[in-house]
């Protein structure tokens, strides 16, 4: 998990409480982490920053997680790797995720190590992708 310490990671939540603790725990853990508290928030960060792997809720009181990580798609491709949290378990609400461009998806609440882990492997196959689109290795 060295390597995600050049990561960049946003986390679009509008549960405040959810998104400090697990922000408190990741930065504990030096991890470059930004927060967004709404959808619209965390699309006009994504828009002026680069990032390397979204945290995304699906259930917010702006915008719909899945119109966020859509418009996401269109601004940088594929570019960045997503994460889909959501705090209901339906089988439709994980495969319209992955529809819209998710790499993965994670039911709330999740453990803390299990979502590290999950950046993690998402960041690895993130970073052997760019390496193979650029021959001269940028990670």
């Known amino acids: 998990m060295n390597t995600l310490q ?3 990671i946003l986390f679009v939540d509008d549960e405040e409480e ?7 725990f990741l930065r504990r853990k030096k991890l470059n982490v930004a927060t967004a508290n709404s959808g619209m ?6 828009t002026k920053n680069p990032v390397d792997i979204v945290v995304l809720d699906i ?19 594929e570019d960045f790797g997503v994460i ?9 609400i994980a495969m319209n995720a992955m529809r819209a461009g ?3 998806f994670l039911l709330k609440p999740c453990a803390v190590d299990e979502l590290l882990e999950r950046i993690d492997m998402l960041y ?4 052997e992708r760019r390496c193979a689109c650029d ?3 940028r990670p």
């Open 102 to 104: 998710a790499n993965d």
């Open 18 to 24: 959810f998104l400090s603790t697990l922000v408190k």
């Open 84 to 92: 889909i949290l959501s705090g209901h378990a339906h089988t439709d």
């Open 59 to 77: 259930k917010m009181s702006d915008l719909d997680g899945l119109d966020v990580l859509r418009k996401m798609r269109e601004l940088k491709g």
């Open 124 to 127: 690895e196959r993130l970073l």
């Open 135 to 137: 021959p001269g290795g």
């Open 6 to 8: 050049s990561c960049q």
């Open 41 to 46: 928030a965390g699309l006009d960060w994504f």
